[in-house]
């Protein structure tokens, strides 16, 4: 969750007092989301990490949280398809009632690859210990992983490895930029957020969870599914990951840390 404080999506330094208050010895802080190029940003007043400004900003800021002794992940984002400033929306098609998005080309599909990359290695660069993939929340990567939403007909649409790829290609270029132990990812494939819905909820979970545990990342963040109204009753869908000795590290699930699958 954003705080809506860094003005012109530079860090400022009331954020060294929020952080402190919610670091821990020996905890893990993960950052609001910081956006990864200028045309990322879906609300105003949200930090970057795409500049040396912003990289310089943050110092202090990740200093002040490993002085309290907290391991500090910084949390990347791309907001696709709802944004508010004026130039184009992008997205893994073109639906939404915010203004149009222009539907994503191949080239546009490698810069923001490369805009992650080039993110991580200046968060690397401010100081923080490594970073948090937001692929959750009707942002830009869930907009292409949940077919409620996505209508591609090249590689990054239809089947649902294809509509991870995007995902995984970024997961991918952070690797090989900082290091697979210094990258977590964050996804929610229960929630129905800005027309995320998605026809085989289980099926992405499972697929994603095993697809990142085989590229050894340090964790998942799993949003927790909400309560929905099935058949005229509150009910909570859950997953059950088919192999637990499939999934090879973390899973942060909100209220606790499980190791080596999910009970």
């Known amino acids: 969750m954003t705080r809506l404080r860094s003005y012109e999506n530079v860090p400022q330094p009331n954020a060294t007092l929020y952080y402190t208050q919610r670091a821990t010895q020996g905890g893990l802080l993960i950052s609001e989301p910081a956006g990864v190029s200028d045309i990322t940003q879906g609300y105003p007043e949200t930090p970057g990490i795409w500049t040396e400004e912003h990289v310089e900003a943050w110092k202090p800021i990740v200093d002040a949280v490993h002085a309290k002794g907290s391991i500090f992940f910084c949390q990347m984002w791309h907001c696709g398809r709802y944004k508010l400033n004026v130039r184009s929306h992008l997205s893994s098609s073109d639906k939404l009632n915010y203004p149009t998005p222009r539907t994503l080309t191949l080239e546009d599909i490698s810069q923001i690859v490369n805009d992650f990359r080039l993110a991580a290695r200046n968060a690397i660069n401010a100081g923080f210990d490594g970073i948090e993939v937001h692929a959750a929340n009707g942002h830009l990567i869930e907009q292409f992983l949940k077919d409620g939403l996505n209508d591609s007909t090249d590689k990054y649409g239809g089947s649902l490895e294809n509509r991870a790829r995007f995902c995984l290609e970024i997961v991918q270029a952070i690797i090989d930029e900082v290091g697979a132990d210094r990258v977590g990812v ?78």
């Open 186 to 263: 964050r996804f929610s494939p229960y929630l129905d957020i800005l027309q995320s819905s998605n026809s085989n909820t289980d099926a992405l979970a499972v697929y994603l969870a095993e697809a990142l545990s085989k590229l050894n990342i340090a964790y998942l963040h799993a949003v927790e599914p909400r309560s929905v109204c099935i058949d005229g009753k509150l009910k909570i869908p859950h997953v059950t990951f088919s192999n637990e000795k499939s999934i090879q590290w973390h899973l942060y699930c909100g209220r606790g840390l499980q190791q080596r699958g999910r009970q």
